[in-house]
């Protein structure tokens, strides 16, 4: 890591640890000012340019450098399709130790999202700062883990030995590292076609035994994943109630892999079966191309529609319209662009093929565009 990079990397560390804190104007006297994200996405572009080779080539087409650029929304994106193509990465070869692949259907030719020791570092600080703000805020900001026995923690995913290539699942083994509960299950399987299943007698197991000690559950998993299980335990006739303060957090999309249902019915099933309330059921918005994510304010959600996703301070998402590239106006409909700063040995503006209704400053979840690809974070918005 050069000694610009390491500069950047250690004051991105502290915009992060400060948390919502640096999302808004600093008084004169703060004994540490945070930075803008305007002035850290700059100074992250012209590293950037500088050192990874395909989107420097991709700016220059555009006619954009860091001295045309005076406004992060200006900084160009690249479309998310490209990582399947070209490798955009800030690392040397010798310096990867590890890729995520995307999660799209059997076939497909995956995105690569290439990492190192430093990036997985940050890649962690961005994704549990989040999490614990949205999901656990109940934990202690310091040490976490001294209070993750309040918890039992159930991940309706293969382990991450099983999945080294999965960006989910480093997240998953990240959040229990953290959380340190003493109960904690992994349940997820890898099928001989490669797809996830899940062992519902173990995880009915783990579910029993956190209602036997009176712990909540901070259950973990996929939308299919969920589907899959909440169907089993019709089949069983089955219904747990878990214990008061149990939260459910669901991702992704369907990819065949399930029958498909919106996110309404979705956590209504959930909540039917597992006794969890609506409330407590959070959705997750992330990319394997991406190192923050984003969550909905479950607690906020209006009966019968989806919530309002929203990514952290260090991450910006727009909503731009697929003709022109513009951001579209307040409740109009358009392409999701995210600007990560936690990408910083990638790129961080990256433009999906998820499309969002803007919403103050979040955003309405409403699927894919028609002709593109289907994949692990898409959200199927049918019932």
């Keep these: 890591m050069t000694t610009e990079f ?55 087409a555009k006619g954009l ?10 900084i160009p994106p690249v479309p998310a399709g490209s990582f399947k193509e070209l490798e955009f990465t800030c690392l040397d070869a010798r310096e990867r130790t590890a890729v995520f692949h995307s999660s799209g259907t059997t076939g497909q030719q995956p995105s690569r999202h290439f990492h190192s020791p430093d990036s997985l ?9 989040w999490f614990r703000h949205e ?22 995913t293969p382990p991450p030995e099983l999945v080294p290539h999965s960006s989910l699942g480093h997240m998953f083994e990240t959040v229990r590292r953290e959380m340190g509960a003493p109960q904690t299950s992994f349940v997820g399987m890898v099928a001989a076609d490669k797809s996830w299943t899940v062992d519902f007698h173990a995880a009915l197991t783990a579910m029993r035994d956190a209602v036997a000690a009176g712990l909540p559950v901070v259950m973990l998993g996929t939308a299919f994943g969920f589907v899959h299980m909440a169907d089993w335990f019709a089949e069983q006739n089955l219904r747990l109630e878990l214990p008061a303060g149990s939260r459910v957090m669901e991702t992704g999309g369907y990819k065949g ?34 190192s ?9 959600r209006d009966v019968g529609r989806c919530g309002l996703f929203q990514f952290p301070p260090w991450a910006r998402a727009r909503i731009v319209s697929p003709e022109t590239g513009g951001e579209v106006s307040e409740g109009e409909p358009g392409l999701i662009c995210i600007y990560d700063l936690a990408n910083a040995f990638s790129v961080m503006a990256v433009q999906t093929e998820d499309l969002a209704v803007r919403r103050g400053n979040g955003f309405e979840l409403l699927g894919r565009r028609a002709w593109a690809e289907p994949r692990g974070c898409s959200l199927v918005a049918a019932g």
Aim: net charge positive; glycine share 6%; proline share 10%.
């Design 257 to 290: 892999r399930s029958r498909v249902l919106s996110k309404p019915a979705l956590h209504s099933l959930i909540s039917r079966q597992l006794g969890v309330p609506r409330s407590q059921i959070v959705s997750e918005y992330g990319m394997s191309e991406l």
């Design 6 to 60: 390491s500069h950047f990397v250690t004051r991105l560390h502290q915009f992060i640890e400060a948390g919502p804190r640096c999302a808004r104007p600093e008084p004169p006297s703060a004994p540490i000012p945070c930075p803008s994200f305007n002035t850290l996405a700059l100074e992250l572009f012209k590293l950037q340019h500088a050192h990874n080779i395909p989107y420097r080539q991709l700016c220059e």
């Design 292 to 300: 923050s994510q984003a969550y909905d304010r479950a607690a906020d």
């Design 121 to 129: 570092k940050l890649y962690g600080r961005s994704l549990w700062q």
């Design 135 to 156: 999901v656990v805020p109940e934990l202690p900001s310091s040490n976490p883990s001294s209070a993750g026995n309040t918890f039992s923690l159930l991940l309706l």
């Design 65 to 74: 450098g860091p001295g045309a650029v005076e406004h992060w929304s200006q």
